[in-house]
Each structure stands twice: as C-alpha cells, then as structure tokens.
Nanobody
Framework: QVQPVESGGGSVQAGGSLRLSCTAP????????IDWYRQGTGKQREWVSS???????EYANSVKGRFTISKDTANDTVYLQMNNLKPEDTAMYFC????????????WGQGTQVTVSS
C-alpha cells in the first residue's frame, strides 16, 4: 500500500483559509473511503472528514459548514478546503487511505501542520 502524501499546511490567522491536499496513487477511484484526521498537541487523534467512492461526504460537527472535502480522481488527490479557521483547528492533519478494493489496509500519511493564531 502506497503511503499517502499530505501538503498545504501552514500558519494563518483566525478566519483565514487553507487547502490541504492528499495524494494517494490508485486510491481515489477505488472502492474505499478516504479520510482526514487531526491531532492537536497532547490530544487524541480525531476524525475530521471522509469522502466515499460515490462522492458522499461526511464531517465532524466541529468543522461542518467550514470544511469541504473533495477529490480529483484524474490526479489521485483528495482536498480539504478549510475556511473560517479557528485556533482550535490547530493540529497536525493526516490523510488515511484504506486500500483500493478491499478497504482493509489502513495507511497513514506523515501529516501536515496547521497552525491558527488568534
């Protein structure tokens, strides 16, 4: 299983926006969902959003209405558009894939840091 690669993190002020990318070769057109998680310092990793093979999306309540997940199958990339960022969104953001057809091989990227200052 190829490890996904995240990018797009950075430092922004509250109210700002960032777009994260997750490049995961061979996975965006398969049968498995692709997820974003995040982990703040001293906190447990938490689920943020998922996109299913049919394009259905799901969001944690804490980001609903502010974050949008999407995918570009031609480029094997999943995006997380984050708007109206808050200091509590500060975390390392990770992409997780489950495989292409059998969805039983969870693979994590190395993460991209998002820092939101007030």
């Amino acid at each position: 299983q190829v490890q996904p690669v995240e990018s797009g993190g950075g430092s922004v002020q509250a109210g700002g926006s960032l777009r994260l990318s997750c490049t995961a070769p061979g996975t965006t057109s398969g049968r498995c969902a692709i997820d974003w998680y995040r982990q703040g310092t001293g906190k447990q990793r938490e689920w943020v959003s998922s996109i299913r093979p049919d394009g259905r999306t799901e969001y944690a309540n804490s980001v609903k209405g502010r974050f949008t997940i999407s995918k570009d199958t031609a480029n094997d990339t999943v995006y997380l558009q984050m708007n109206n960022l808050k200091p509590e969104d500060t975390a390392m953001y990770f992409c997780r894939t489950l495989g292409v057809w059998f969805c039983n091989s969870p693979t994590w990227g190395q993460g991209t840091q998002v820092t939101v200052s007030s």
